[in-house]
Nanobody, 117 residues
């Protein structure tokens, strides 16, 4: 059974930092493209950041320079370091794993991030 379990969400003040973790089981995450998506209330789900099997990264323009995605293949875990958080970063953040050919894809359940004073 494949599971992606996110953790690390919570309430943080503007300008603060959080690190999200996505623990993967049931697959070898090192052969999957991993990504973080987010969905704010009333909005569509958007890609925040992704990391390839070779470690290449992409980011949404809105988070460039503030967020960093990384992976620890030995721990089968993917991280999202979020700095200089803004109220508009408030959303449910969800982990995603897919094969390069999109033949298989999996979603986590999500973790809430709220940025508010």
């Amino acid at each position: 059974q494949v599971q992606l379990v996110e953790s690390g969400g919570g309430l943080v003040q503007p300008g603060g930092s959080l690190t999200l973790s996505c623990a993967v089981s049931g697959i070898i995450s090192s052969v999957y493209v991993m990504a973080w998506h987010r969905q704010a209330p009333g909005k569509q789900r958007d890609l925040v950041a992704s990391i390839t099997t070779g470690g290449g990264t992409t980011y949404a323009d809105s988070v460039k320079g503030r967020f960093t995605i990384s992976r620890d293949n030995a721990k089968n875990t993917v991280y999202l370091q979020m700095n200089s958080l803004k109220p508009e970063d408030t959303a449910v953040y969800t982990c995603h794993a897919r094969t390069i050919t999109w033949s298989r894809a999996y979603w986590g359940q999500g973790t809430q991030v709220t940025v508010s004073s």
